[in-house]
């Protein structure tokens, strides 16, 4: 299983695999986890979600672009999410990776991007979640969040945090006085056991860790989780502790559990999931796979249907 997973997560930064997925479409199985390769599409499954009483957050698909011109391209898809969200009334934030908007390329050009999008949120009300990505990107997503937090304030950006990191929880420590809005992950990348706790019980004793201490700081916490014993911890604790409901939310990703995303809407939690979209899915596709590599066989039956 453990090398199965290696290997997802190999692919899934091959360019050359990339674009062989790209001229199958969302045929080989992304569809179950990507909700369309159009903004419109988007909005659609976003509005489904609002029929049950689920919140979403819209992600456009893509990352490590190559051009300033495509990272810049990458934004205003962003900018044209956020305006669509309005004017369809729909509960929705946006997730952006930095990467798409030219992190590798110039750090100054990625938080001009930013400003663009988080401004274009702030004027509708609207809120941006920096979405984390590996190990090489924690600092400098972290150098941008506190700068856009300062200029635009905390109802209108946020950031995730990993707790399979072993500086998570100092990074908590550190941007405690910005009374973060986060949500918090186990976190799905390949990681060197000197940065990353490197069994499971290990990071899902962190995760409960941060989660505490999130909640007791009194700062809202997105618990983005499908695992169901973490949840009954949370549902628990917040109970006990006398958390009120609309201090936290638990998250999960489009096309998985929904019956669970369900169930918690329908018990009064609030919910939001996760909603991709995009022709950039496959490195997301195959982390997904690398997280449940049991999916494998639903792609392959999928693809043998077809």
Known sequence: MEIMRSTLL????????????????LRLGAERFVAGETLTAAVGKVQELKAAGIEATLDHLGEFVASREEAEEAAQEVVNAVTAIAASGIRSNVSVKLTQLGLDLSETECLANMRSIVGEAKLHGGFVRID??????????????????????GQHVGLVLQAYLRKTEDDMKRLEHLAPNYRLVKGAYKEPPEVAFPEKSEVDENFIRLIH???????????????????EHVKTYTAEKGIPRDAFEFQMLYGIRPQLQRDLARE?????????????????FMRRLAERPENVSFVLKSMFKR
């Open 213 to 231: 201490m999130q909640l007791e700081h009194g700062h809202y916490a997105a618990v983005a989780t499908h695992d169901d014993r973490i949840i």
């Open 132 to 153: 984390m990505e590996d190990y090489t990107h924690n600092e400098p997503a972290i150098r941008i969040f506190e700068q856009l937090h300062g200029e635009f304030g």
């Open 268 to 284: 009064g939690y609030r919910m939001r999931v996760y909603v991709p979209y995009g022709t950039d899915w496959y490195g997301y």
């Open 10 to 25: 190999y692919l899934s930064k091959n360019r050359t695999a990339n674009r062989m997925a790209k001229l199958h479409g």
